[in-house]
């Protein structure tokens, strides 16, 4: 069928491979808060949160089935971890985790970053813990934050740039953030979560970036990670 075929197949398979990923993820995570508390966004704010940050990138029937499968007293039971190490050319990382067996979690993240060049150890100094909600928006940063400010919101940061805003607040004001904003029209949010944010970025090149790109891919294919936080500008 020809190299063009080849190449096309290898990058479907690589799209189906990273979407079941996310599905995976969305998955794990909205099940555990529903199964932490009600099954019902209106009333839990971990599982709202947990939807929101997956409606985009997954579709409904995946969130759906996470959650009936709460209702249905499912007992599978996912362990969060975080891990956190050196990666290559002056990286930092931090890797969390939601499985079903945390030591096999462990020797997976371990073996992956070992495989690069790095080794586990302690960057969280690094990284803080923020909010960080983006949206459309037209108007202007200050308006933004008067809006913010004005409704008890605790601001870090606020970026305006190509009709995107970009909202960085402390975690004890996301869900008042959103509330806010929902209150003057913005219910429609690009990203939407609390994360960790490396306080300094560094810039990689050549080699340096290739192999802390394979690092990621890596971790992305990792049954065992749910997310990764990292100092890399990509």
Not at 9 to 25: D, E, G, H
Not at 27 to 54: C, Q, T, W
Not at 151 to 168: F, L, P, R, S, Y
């Amino acid at each position: 069928m020809g190299r063009h075929f080849e190449v096309r197949a290898a990058s479907m398979a690589a799209t189906a491979a990273k979407k079941s990923a996310i599905y995976m993820r969305a998955s794990k995570e909205i099940y555990m808060a529903a199964k932490r508390g009600v099954p019902d966004p209106n009333s839990n704010l971990a599982l709202r949160a947990a939807i929101d940050k997956y409606r985009k990138q997954c579709p409904k029937d995946v969130i759906d089935r996470a959650i009936k499968k709460a209702q249905g007293g499912d007992a599978t039971n996912y362990i969060e971890g975080r891990y956190e190490a050196y990666g290559p050319a002056g990286s930092y990382l931090i890797v969390d985790t939601l499985s079903d067996n945390s030591n096999r979690a462990l020797v997976n993240v371990r073996t992956i970053i070992t495989r690069k060049g790095g080794h586990l150890g302690d960057v969280s100094y690094n990284f803080e813990q923020v909010g960080i909600l983006d949206f459309k928006y037209t108007g202007d940063e200050a308006n933004l934050e008067e809006i913010l400010v004005f409704g008890d919101v605790d601001v870090k940061e606020i970026t305006v740039e190509d009709g995107v805003a970009e909202v960085i607040v402390e975690p004890a004001s996301f869900a008042k953030a959103k509330e806010v904003l929902g209150e003057n029209g913005i219910t429609d949010f690009e990203a939407a979560e609390v994360t960790m944010k490396a306080n300094d970025e560094i810039t990689l090149e050549g080699e340096d970036l290739t192999k802390f790109k394979e690092l990621l891919d890596l971790l992305d294919d990792c049954e065992d990670v749910q997310a990764v936080h990292h100092n890399v500008s990509l």
